[in-house]
Structures are given as structure tokens and as C-alpha cells.
């Protein structure tokens, strides 16, 4: 089993910034990519920003120029940095990541999610 712990998330005026971090535990050989998607009330989860293994960056256009993800793989770790903050930021924030574990026969790859910590950023 793989757990993803996230913190960071908090209420914040507009124009702030917040950091949230993602740890990942388990029985993990390998993690090929992490990353950040959100939800806010009414609308479907969107994908904020990932990485992979070798650091390759993904973002949303909306977040573009604001957010900055980034990961530790020694500590099987992924950041978001948050700056510029808008309320259309406000949202539940979850980690995600695309784990390979190893079975007692070769390896198996699945995706993981946390439990979601809440930014709210306030006008």
C-alpha cells in the first residue's frame, strides 16, 4: 500500500502565497510522476501542475507564470509553490502519483491520491 500525506493548505488574502507539500510512504520502488490537481464546489477535478521522475514540468495556462511545482525524490516528496494568489484559486488541492510498487513478480504501476487540503484565498 502507498500513502499520500499533503499540508500546506490555508486561507490566504489574495495576492499571497502558500506552499504545500506531498509525502509519499509505502511499499514504493519507484515514482514516475507527482503532481497537483484541484476541485472547487461544483466543478470538475482539473489538473494544476505535475512532474516527472526526471523533473519534466506540466501546468495549467491558469496557474502558468504563478505556481511553481518541484519534487525531492529522496524523500518521494512533491511541492507546489503558490504565488499571486486569486480566489478563483480557492479550491481543494490533491496530490497525485503514479507509483510503481514491487509484487513478488515483476512490478506493478498505479495511481495514488491524498486526502486533499483546502486553500481558500479571500478578496
Known amino acids: 500500500q502507498v500513502q499520500l500525506v499533503e499540508s500546506g493548505g490555508d486561507l490566504v488574502q489574495a495576492g499571497g502565497s502558500l506552499r504545500l507539500s506531498c509525502a509519499a510512504s509505502?511499499?514504493?520502488?519507484?515514482?514516475?510522476?507527482m503532481g497537483w490537481y484541484r476541485q472547487a464546489p461544483g466543478k470538475q477535478r482539473e489538473l494544476v501542475a505535475d512532474i516527472t521522475i526526471i523533473g519534466s514540468t506540466n501546468y495549467a495556462d491558469s496557474v502558468m507564470g504563478r505556481f511553481t511545482i518541484s519534487r525531492d525524490n529522496s524523500k518521494n516528496t512533491v511541492y507546489l509553490q503558490m504565488n499571486s494568489l486569486k480566489p478563483e484559486d480557492t479550491a481543494g488541492y490533491y496530490c497525485?502519483?503514479?507509483?510503481?510498487?514491487?509484487?513478488?513478480?515483476?512490478?506493478?504501476?498505479?495511481?495514488?491520491w491524498g486526502q486533499g487540503t483546502q486553500v481558500t484565498v479571500s478578496s
Open positions: 497525485w502519483a503514479r507509483v510503481v510498487t514491487a509484487q513478488p513478480i515483476g512490478v506493478s504501476v498505479n495511481d495514488y
Open positions: 509505502g511499499n514504493i520502488f519507484s515514482i514516475n510522476a
